[in-house]
């Protein structure tokens, strides 16, 4: 039997296959757009948020997405050149940055620090170099002005945070209050986009698997929190998750997993996380990608 961290993923977005593995989950047609758009009603309708208003999902053209400079990319890649149309452009909603934002906002500021802003942040900078330890994951965010019909922002900024894989945070958790492993800045190109390696965070207690991130104006203004434009987060799919927790060193995540869901979250609860679930493709044992549209009102 094969071990669970050679299990290859075929590209899925909300637990249905991509009629177009090859492309980016933005540019599946309008009939997998129209299919998404009702099973996310009737999950809510499921979950109790049937009085959500249909003008919520409206289907709407807002110009280009995610795309990138690397052609002929497959899932889990680089994303294709050609723009992407969104099935719906609505701001990303604004979430708390929790307890552990280490923004100056509740202790520990990392804007300032020398050497914050890299796409690679699995290890600490600084006088630390201890190197965060877990599944694979690229996180990539396509950041749109919502006044221009979702075209991307050119040199938007991005601070993204999330735990390790024991959900410990760096800087704030025991045993990591020396470290600022998995916390780093980017700001985006002409197309939108910010990337990070990264690795798959874990699920603790009483809390959906998710990652943090603050959308800034630009990297110059990302030096300070009272700057950001928006605050949000990306909430993990349960599938993946549930086959990510089972390869070494997530152990105790199967268990907090068993014992939370979308529905009962404090942060994504409200409409089950519908603006905020990323795509995911790729495979765990070469590593996983997760996708997400942030609009804002730049």
């Not at 758009?37 to 009737?42: G, T, V």
């Not at 149309?85 to 509740?106: F, K, Q, R």
Request: proline share 7%; aromatic share 8%; hydrophobic share 40%.
């Amino acid at each position: 039997m094969h071990a669970p961290s050679r299990l290859v993923i075929p590209p899925t977005f909300e637990g249905r296959p991509l009629p177009h593995p090859d492309e980016p989950v933005f540019d599946q047609g309008l009939a997998f757009d129209v299919e998404t758009l009702l099973n996310r009603r009737q999950v809510l309708r499921a979950m109790g948020y049937g009085a959500v208003g249909a003008g919520l999902f409206a289907l709407v053209g807002c110009g280009p997405a995610i795309s990138s400079a690397t052609p002929g990319a497959t899932a889990g890649g680089a994303l294709p050149t050609s723009s992407a149309t969104l099935a719906e452009c609505t701001t990303i909603p604004e979430e708390t940055a929790g307890p552990y934002p280490g923004d100056g906002t509740n202790g520990p500021d990392v804007l300032n620090q020398s050497g914050v802003v890299r796409a690679d942040i699995r290890s600490s900078f600084g006088s630390s170099t201890m190197v965060a330890s877990g599944v694979p994951l690229t996180i990539r965010l396509a950041i749109l002005d919502l006044a221009k019909r979702c075209a991307p922002i050119d040199g938007a900024a991005v601070y993204l945070w999330h735990c390790d894989q024991a959900g410990r945070y760096s800087l704030y958790s025991a045993g990591a209050t020396n470290e600022n492993y998995l916390r780093g800045v980017q700001a985006a190109g002409a197309d939108g986009i910010v990337t990070f390696t990264s690795i798959f965070p874990a699920c603790y207690p009483g809390r959906w698997p998710h990652i943090h991130f603050e959308v800034y104006p630009s990297l110059e203004k990302a030096t300070d929190a009272g700057n950001k434009i928006a605050t949000s987060q990306i909430a993990l799919p349960e599938d993946i998750c549930s086959q990510v927790y089972t390869t070494s060193g997530y152990e105790q995540s199967v268990q907090n997993l068993a014992g939370v869901s979308l529905a009962r979250d404090n942060v994504f609860g409200d409409d089950g996380g519908v603006h905020e679930l990323g795509a995911i493709s790729g495979a765990i044992a070469s590593g996983l990608t997760v996708d997400l549209s942030v609009p804002v009102q730049a």
